[in-house]
């Protein structure tokens, strides 16, 4: 899974961003001997080169989509498309509302799918509109446009896509803001989560839009200004992020759950330490720290666990032995899941639920 497309940007900086990844890609592809076709004024040929995205699936070790995408509805449940439009621009989005949100709302989950997924596939990979029928919350999964990004990625790292009141984020929790507001649910059972460039997305509207947002959820994700460019982007997920500055200083802490792979290959597991500093040190006072360790479907896993003086978490982090860049305990109907290991999907509910009500 990229979590950028190197080939397509906004109309104002399509020139930067295409100059830096053609210089980018021709490093990369002379470092392994290989020789890109050339275009006009000596640019890389990118669009001759239909092999290089099954090369970097490959070497990304994703794994393609199987099954239906489409799964059955349950009787009065819904699942249906809209798109939400303002200031800073629109997306189209998929929204479920399960049979046991009839009443009322318990809450509402917004879903960032990762790069070439659709709200479709993620809600299928992710298995959480069962969650849904579960415990009567419902979901919004926004839709990154190819417009936007021509590999529906998020574009977390944009640096006018990390900032409040512009771009993306501004999209986004605004749409969540929509969606709370028909359904009744306030801040405290308001929450975010994604994989890779729709979790670092998810991390970003955390720290921009901790009014909106009570939890975050990233899965295989990055922190917040550890890129700024193409090649940083590609640095930091390699395990180089840009040296963040320290979270804007906030009323509440954004209660934050990760997950990531011992062995992803994609975005280094170093990122999702990067997450944890930030969150911890957005805070103030001590910390008590727990760590405990646990085996589930042959994955061995470790649970870090930070709380408070008066002992509500704030920050657990799951480190997934063996893991690589999919979501742990995922559906094998959607893509860049893997079914083994502690199941994310219901570990992140049970986090942003459990402690709802608590201002940190």
Same mark, same amino acid.
């Given at each position: 899974?990229?979590?950028?497309?190197?080939?397509?940007?906004?109309?104002?900086?399509?020139?930067?961003?295409?100059?830096?990844?053609?210089?980018?890609?021709?490093?990369?592809?002379?470092?392994?001997?290989?020789?890109?076709?050339?275009?006009?004024?000596? /640019?890389?040929?990118?669009?001759?080169?239909?092999?290089?995205?099954?090369?970097?699936?490959?070497?990304?070790?994703?794994?393609?989509?199987?099954?239906?995408?489409?799964?059955?509805?349950?009787?009065?449940?819904?699942? /249906?498309?809209?798109?939400?439009?303002? #200031?800073?621009? *629109?997306?189209?989005?998929?929204?479920?509302?399960? #049979?046991?949100? *009839?009443?009322?709302?318990?809450?509402?989950?917004?879903?960032?799918?990762?790069?070439?997924?659709?709200?479709?596939?993620?809600?299928?990979?992710?298995?959480?509109?069962?969650?849904?029928?579960? !415990?009567?919350?419902?979901?919004?999964?926004?839709?990154?446009?190819?417009?936007?990004?021509?590999?529906?990625?998020?574009?977390?790292?944009?640096?006018?896509? /990390?900032?409040?009141?512009?771009?993306?984020?501004?999209?986004?929790?605004?749409?969540?803001?929509?969606?709370?507001?028909k359904y009744g649910v306030t801040r405290d059972e308001t929450f975010?989560?994604?994989? *890779?460039?729709?979790?670092?997305?998810?991390?970003?509207?955390?720290?921009?839009?901790?009014?909106?947002?009570?939890?975050?959820?990233?899965? *295989?994700?990055?922190?917040?200004?550890?890129?700024?460019?193409?090649?940083?982007a590609f640095a930091a997920m390699a395990g180089s992020a840009l040296?963040?500055?320290?979270?804007?200083?906030?009323?509440?802490?954004?209660?934050?759950?990760?997950?990531?792979? %011992?062995?992803?290959?994609?975005?280094?597991?170093?990122?999702?330490?990067?997450?944890?500093?930030?969150?911890?040190?957005?805070?103030?006072?001590?910390?008590?720290?727990?760590?405990?360790?646990?085996?589930?479907?042959?994955?061995?896993?470790?649970? !870090?666990?930070?709380?408070?003086?008066?002992?509500?978490?704030?920050?657990?982090?799951?480190?997934?032995?063996?893991?690589?860049?999919?979501? %742990?305990?995922?559906?094998?109907?959607?893509?860049?899941?893997?079914?083994?290991?502690?199941?994310?999907?219901?570990?992140?509910?049970?986090?942003?639920?459990?402690?709802?009500?608590?201002?940190?």
């Open positions: 899974m990229k979590l950028f497309n190197v080939g397509a940007a906004r109309p104002a900086i399509n020139l930067a961003r295409a100059s830096a990844a053609n210089d980018l890609v021709q490093r990369t592809l002379a470092q392994h001997g290989l020789a890109a076709p050339v275009g006009q004024a000596g /640019q890389t040929d990118v669009t001759h080169m239909p092999w290089v995205n099954d090369m970097l699936a490959k070497l990304s070790g994703a794994r393609p989509q199987s099954g239906s995408l489409h799964d059955p509805v349950p009787d009065g449940a819904v699942f /249906q498309g809209d798109t939400f439009a303002c #200031a800073s621009g *629109s997306r189209r989005y998929r929204l479920y509302v399960p #049979a046991s949100a *009839s009443d009322g709302a318990q809450g509402v989950v917004m879903m960032l799918h990762g790069c070439t997924q659709t709200p479709e596939d993620f809600a299928a990979g992710t298995g959480m509109n069962a969650l849904a029928d579960l !415990n009567g919350f419902v979901v919004v999964y926004p839709a990154q446009s190819r417009g936007d990004n021509a590999q529906s990625c998020w574009n977390w790292f944009s640096r006018g896509d /990390q900032r409040r009141g512009r771009g993306e984020p501004a999209i986004l929790a605004g749409l969540a803001q929509q969606v709370s507001a975010v989560a994604g994989l *890779s460039a729709g979790a670092a997305m998810a991390v970003i509207l955390g720290e921009t839009y901790g009014d909106v947002f009570s939890a975050v959820g990233a899965h *295989s994700g990055l922190p917040m200004g550890s890129a700024k460019d193409v090649p940083s040296v963040s500055p320290d979270p804007v200083a906030s009323c509440h802490r954004v209660r934050t759950i990760l997950f990531h792979g %011992s062995a992803d290959r994609t975005v280094h597991p170093s990122n999702a330490d990067g997450i944890a500093r930030r969150v911890c040190n957005a805070g103030s006072g001590q910390s008590v720290e727990t760590s405990m360790t646990g085996e589930t479907a042959g994955r061995t896993y470790t649970r !870090n666990i930070s709380s408070d003086a008066g002992g509500c978490g704030f920050l657990e982090h799951w480190i997934v032995e063996g893991l690589g860049h999919a979501w %742990s305990g995922g559906q094998p109907n959607g893509s860049y899941t893997d079914p083994r290991g502690p199941d994310a999907s219901s570990e992140m509910i049970r986090f942003f639920f459990e402690n709802a009500r608590e201002d940190i």
